[in-house]
């Protein structure tokens, strides 16, 4: 008998995600969530997946319900009447941690680039073999004969700690979500905790020091740039169509890769890709092939032209992810003006890092801010405003409102990088209105 499933908040990028690959697996899938329009839902309306109000009628006898981890009894009907009328549900992170024993499981983590780092793995391997994926931008795909689960292991409120994964690569350790982490060490520890839990290889980036002192109890293989790690990538040769570059395991010549997306971080994120597929017993010829089709992620360097405009579109709202975003902009656009366009999410992360926000925001030849996004998972918003951030910046950081871009107008010869979790896109789309009023004009 088919499985069905009720997925309480089916907007949600993970949740989505997972609806999408269960779906594709070809169990009945349904989900509720609110009116507002989430690009998660583009790929649910194409699947022809139900998307309905909340409403108590949704949890019918016959399906099992995952419900996302944003909502509770004190915010939403259906938790409400579940709780009230003894109906079991899994949170997301619950259901994974038991679905993917079936599978031969490979979670990445880290406080940045998981999302691209999954892709990448996702779509390298599910051309080499029949493999299920679940990506943080929404992505999913499912196969009733995959042998191989690809995921996403979010450290937020250590939802990854239900996960026990053959193979896992860790990208870094970072401090961040301060709402629930109290301190860089806080944030380590959840790491260290998911480490030993793996059971086959654990492959992380050998030059981040947080990173040098996890333990696990799985072979642990070291990736990075310099001397002293197992996977070394190097041979660097950085271009404004890609990158290519080198590989030796342990003194041993892998060969040559190229991947068409920019910044060092792309190419450390292809290296893990390649240690763990190789250290899986993967023909590396496949890999190489397949790493050069990799076209990224939803919202992770996402480009477009408008008007002979190029407007790039990136989910980065942390330091260390800015400055990432901004080398790729450069590497690939040398002989344009960098202008960066922040919004900054949550005023609890604005506020533990806002010294290290407007150092990476220097790296930009302009800088705009919109107001800070709130989350509502926040009670307390604190003392602190996007002004303060602005005073903060070196080059003159000027604060723009969704209702006028215009400023943006300034820099004829720019690539607009528009950065941050919020609703920075309505920005972007506001920008986008305007310069096509102004060709409109024009003709």
């Known amino acids: 008998m088919t499985k069905n499933y009720h997925f309480i908040g089916i907007k949600g990028s993970g949740m989505s995600a997972l609806a999408l690959m269960l779906h594709q697996m070809g169990y009945h899938v349904q989900g509720s969530d609110v009116e507002k329009y989430y690009f998660t839902q583009r790929g649910l309306e194409q699947a022809g997946i139900k998307i309905l109000p909340f409403d108590e009628k949704n949890l019918q006898a016959d399906v099992e319900v995952i419900a996302g981890n944003a909502f509770r009894p004190d915010n939403n009907i259906e938790i409400a009447y ?160 890609g990158s290519s570059f080198k590989v030796s395991f342990r003194g041993q010549e892998l060969g040559e890769f190229k991947i068409p997306s920019f910044g060092r971080h792309n190419i450390m994120n292809a290296t893990a890709v390649i240690g763990l597929l190789y250290t899986a017993g993967f023909d590396l010829n496949l890999v190489r092939e397949h790493l050069v089709t990799f076209g990224g992620v939803k919202r ?80 307390d918003h604190g003392d602190v405003k996007v002004e303060d951030l602005a005073e903060k910046i070196i080059k003159k950081a000027e604060i723009i409102t969704v209702d006028n871009v215009s400023p943006l107008l300034e820099h004829p010869n720019a690539v607009y990088v528009f950065m941050g979790a919020g609703d920075i896109q309505t920005y972007e789309y506001s920008f986008e209105r305007l310069l096509s009023n102004l060709t409109s004009n024009v003709q």
């Open 82 to 241: 579940a709780d009230a009328n003894g109906i079991s549900y899994k949170r997301y992170h619950e259901f994974l941690g038991t679905f993917m024993r079936d599978f031969v499981s490979m979670g990445v983590a880290g406080a940045h680039g998981k999302t691209s780092t999954t892709g990448m793995l996702a779509h390298v391997l599910s051309n080499i073999t029949d493999t299920s994926y679940l990506i943080g931008d929404g992505t999913g795909r499912g196969s009733a004969n995959a042998k191989y689960f690809v995921f996403e292991a979010d450290e937020y409120e250590r939802h990854f700690m239900p996960y026990h994964p053959e193979y896992s690569i860790i990208t870094n350790i970072d401090f961040d979500h301060p709402d629930y982490f109290t301190s860089l060490e806080d944030v380590f520890n959840a790491f260290n905790d998911y480490a030993k839990q793996v059971s086959k290889g654990l492959f992380v980036y050998g030059e981040d020091k947080e990173l040098r002192r996890v333990t696990a109890n799985a072979p642990i293989y070291y990736y990075g740039f310099k001397e002293g790690n197992d996977f070394i990538a190097h041979d660097l040769l950085r271009s404004t169509t």
């Open 300 to 379: 992770r360097f996402t480009e477009k032209v408008v008007n002979g405009t190029t407007i790039i579109d990136d989910f980065a709202h942390h330091p260390t992810e800015i400055i990432a975003t901004l080398d790729a902009a450069r590497q690939k656009y040398p002989s344009k003006e960098i202008v960066a366009i922040f919004q900054p999410h949550t005023f609890t992360r604005t506020i533990a890092l806002l010294d290290e926000f407007a150092e990476a925001l220097n790296q930009a030849d302009a800088v705009y801010l919109a107001q800070i996004y709130g989350s509502a998972r926040e009670v």
